[in-house]
């Protein structure tokens, strides 16, 4: 059964930075696309960063620039490092592996992790 922890989350004022951190056990992590979604109050799931198995990289609009995604296939451990945060970026942050459809992107597990909360005060 996989697991997905993430961990890193925490109260910054905007401008700062977090490095969040999702360790995912029990399948072949290396072989999937990787994942950040986050979910602010009210509204829905979003991807905002997914990293390929071979490195390339894609970002929702309003973090690129911002946010950089990296994985360490070594330690099964995927990261989102956060910079220049802003009000508009407090979320829970979760991780999932990612499955590609056509142009579309969709989480693989039904099952998420407790997710980290980022909170970002102006």
């Known amino acids: 059964q996989v697991q997905l922890v993430e961990s890193g989350g925490g109260l910054v004022q905007a401008g700062g930075s977090l490095r969040l951190s999702c360790a995912y056990s029990?399948?072949?992590?290396?072989?999937?696309?990787m994942g950040w979604y986050r979910q602010a109050p009210g509204q829905q799931r979003e991807l905002v960063a997914h990293i390929a198995s071979l490195g390339s990289t894609n970002y929702t609009d309003s973090v690129k620039g911002r946010f950089t995604i990296s994985r360490d296939n070594s330690k099964n451990t995927v990261y989102l490092q956060m910079n220049s945060l802003k009000p508009e970026d407090t979320a829970v942050y979760y991780c999932?592996?990612?499955?590609?459809?056509?142009?579309?992107?969709?989480?693989?597990?039904?099952?998420w992790g407790q997710g980290t909360q980022v909170t970002v005060s102006s």
């Open positions: 999932n592996a990612v499955m590609k459809a056509g142009n579309n992107y969709y989480p693989k597990y039904a099952d």
């Open positions: 029990g399948s072949i992590f290396s072989a999937y696309r």
